[in-house]
């Protein structure tokens, strides 16, 4: 599910007293925008573009926990006294992010109990889907985690009917599915080259297009 706007729960005088504290600034594709050994004290939102979390193996693997687009917020774990980060963020295109200091949400969030059940919600769907990928990666092979990805993605864009064709926002490379689900990309390769011969998607413009959720979804029970 897309993260909730937390920003819709705001008054205009709260959400101008967040931007008057906060600096904006612009990161081009593929610049780091914070590490594991920066201070968790800012809390960034996403203004435009996409940023990727993500974790590093021992061997230098990319592990991906999500993707956040425009209205979504990372970094926000600081707000419950979570230290230093633990995940990269990174710019997979021109990005723009507002940053704000944790301080300064915190005193918002005190005087707005439906802002802090919207934070609390973002976060435990985020617990939620670190259980589900946990689950998938012990239970599920990489077919059906592959298929389970493609539909959550599908669902973000609140487009996922049977039989309509979902094209996914962003260039989502086969080595970003494979870094999502703990699988090579030889591996996704294949089954993505499998789906599309099953008329399951498509590409279209170096995106994925998806023919049909409900196929999928079929894959992820058999």
């Not at 992010?97 to 919207?118: D, F, Q, T, W």
């Not at 996922?160 to 591996?187: E, F, S, W, Y």
């Amino acid at each position: 599910m897309p993260d909730i706007d937390i920003m819709s729960a705001l008054s205009p005088t709260q959400r101008a007293s967040l931007e008057k504290d906060a600096v904006k600034r612009t990161h081009r594709k593929g610049t780091v925008i914070s590490g594991p050994d920066d201070e968790n004290d800012r809390v960034n939102l996403v203004v435009s573009g996409r940023v990727k979390i993500y974790s590093l193996s021992a061997c230098g693997n990319e592990i991906i926990f999500r993707f956040c687009g425009p209205n979504s917020f990372f970094g926000i774990a600081g707000l419950f006294g979570a230290g230093q980060r633990n995940v990269f963020s990174e710019a997979v295109e021109d990005t723009e992010v507002m940053s704000i200091s944790s301080a300064s949400v915190e005193r918002v969030v005190s005087e707005n109990p439906a802002l802090a059940m919207s934070l609390i919600r973002v976060l435990s769907s985020r617990i939620r889907q670190a259980h589900e990928a946990i689950r998938e990666f012990v239970f599920c092979d990489a077919r059906s985690r592959v298929a389970h990805l493609l539909v959550k993605l599908a669902e973000i864009e609140d487009d996922a009917n049977p039989g309509v064709p979902v094209r996914l926002k962003g260039k989502m490379t086969h080595q970003d599915i494979a870094d999502m689900i703990g699988a090579t990309r030889q591996t996704v390769t294949e089954i993505i080259n499998e789906f599309k011969r099953q008329g399951y998607v498509k590409s279209e413009a170096r995106a994925i297009v998806i023919l049909d959720c409900q196929r999928l979804r079929d894959l992820i029970t058999d």
